[in-house]
């Protein structure tokens, strides 16, 4: 090998690991160049929508699974955090722990009835789950606030540090980000993501190699779950205020459409599909008004034309044109 | 190694298999053979756990795994092959591979998330193992392309290296030349040949009479549901029963 060959080699060996770092430094670098807080505002909300896709597009994109209630989750961290630090007055850091085994219990319950069901079922139970969710926050008032929401939620600190600026804000929540996204990326090396990729391929295959398809859904749907969780508490405490119209179930749709924006099955794609669906309105004004329309219509149009999501259907695309390629220049 | 015993089989009251007994001996390539609709497949299907039988019992190296979920039945080292191929189209053929060994890739969800060094040595063994089994299969100079862009006949190689690569005991192959031209059923029978004398146990469902006539050290003959006879080829292919009930049929077409 020459060097240069040597060179590439390794850059393709560890593109995982390059490409962590190459992100972690541009957000390092990032509030530095952009100081404008509203800018950085929406990519602190990138970032909270980015965890909510990240565990998301590891149920639906990886184990094949559907779910249209994920704001429940959201809602049930940023409400748990609401509640347990003002009402309870318990530490924020402690609270976001307990709040997320709490909706871990909570998603096991879950889980093990509803996971018996697929497709348009499992659909129609995850919805209603948010419903339900949705409904409970509106209607209790005593303990949530009701319509009118939750306010004076604490701001999270780390001794002297008070994270209650965007620009602190932006290093908290990238951190939270970063540090999800590695494990999502190492979960999808292992023989638990291979087996999570056979269950979505096909069930009867995937337990014909070992896998425990039951307990596998489960389990990612737990993990989705907490990580929707702590996104909802970092919500929480960095608006310090909630209402239930943020953990409807638009919201829930809205977070489909990151993960098949993005790509099902591509932990990057999360990232850009989070960014992207966040960014849209910013950029073009009518979104405002017609939000619905266009997201409906951007999922429809993806899943008609590229059925794996825009990133990982372009470099399906691509990848398949290549082998075919290199299929008939061996043929020939 | 793989003892049946009166295993039936109702489907509402239709039986599609009653009181099957045999058994597949140890290193051996066992055929199971039969006309259309004799119930070879769903003998398969109970076999594996992917339903469950009515009655009767199943033993694998002494252990009942009649009534065991299908990932216990693999884990204890039945490993199978699809009629109908089941790889999965979007993962690299490489990839196809590796889920063939998911079962030694590690169970816990926390320990892969944090990829620990042991878990990141073992995956790199398990790469090489799996380049291996790809190497043995002629299909080297294809492991990172998509699977869905493979020939047919590349598909059922990569299903068979899929169902071999974890050492199992025990491999049950589902017509695994069903669709193939004469050249690559002879590749795939050159490749089951090499996999016996490699000391794997076997057992062929298969219509091929050729190539199960050719390789099988034991034939046992189902009809309607049950177990009509067993035998060398040879003994197989002489008996009344069986030339009645279905290779009289193709003597007399033939």
Redesign the interface.
Known sequence: MTSKQKFLYFIYLHRTGLSVTGLSLALLLFPLIEDNPYTLGLTNLIAINALVVLGLNLFIGYAGQISLGHAAFFGMGAYGSAIATVTLGMPPWLAMVIVAILVALVALLIAVPILRLSGHYLAMATLGLNFVMYTVLLQWDEVTGGPSGFSGIPYLSIGDVQFDDEFRLHYLLWSFVMVSLM??L??V???????L??VA??E??????????RNAKI??FI?SAVLASLAGSLFAHCYSFVSPDSFGIFTSTDMVIMVVVGGM?SIWGSLFGAALITLLPEWVDMFETYKDFVHGGILVLVLMFLP?GLVTGLI?TI??KL??R??KN?AS | MLRLENVSKNFGGLPALSEVTFTVPKGQLTALIGPNGAGKSTLINCMTGVIEPSSGQIFFQQQQIASLPAYKISRLGISRTFQNLKIFPRLTVLENILTGLTSEGGDSMLMAMLRLPYLRHRERSLKLRALEALDRFGLADKANWPAEVLAYGDKKRVELARATVGKPQLILLDEPVAGLNAEETATVAEQLRLLRSAGHTMLLVEHDMDLVMEIADQVVVLDSGKCIATGTPDEVRCNPLVLEAYLGRMGATA
């Open positions: 494990l999502c190492n979960l090396r292992s023989g638990v993501g291979r087996g990729s056979a391929g096909d009867v295959a995937a337990q014909a190699l070992g896998v425990n398809t389990k990612v993990l099955g794996q399906d990848k398949i082998a075919l290199r299929r061996v």
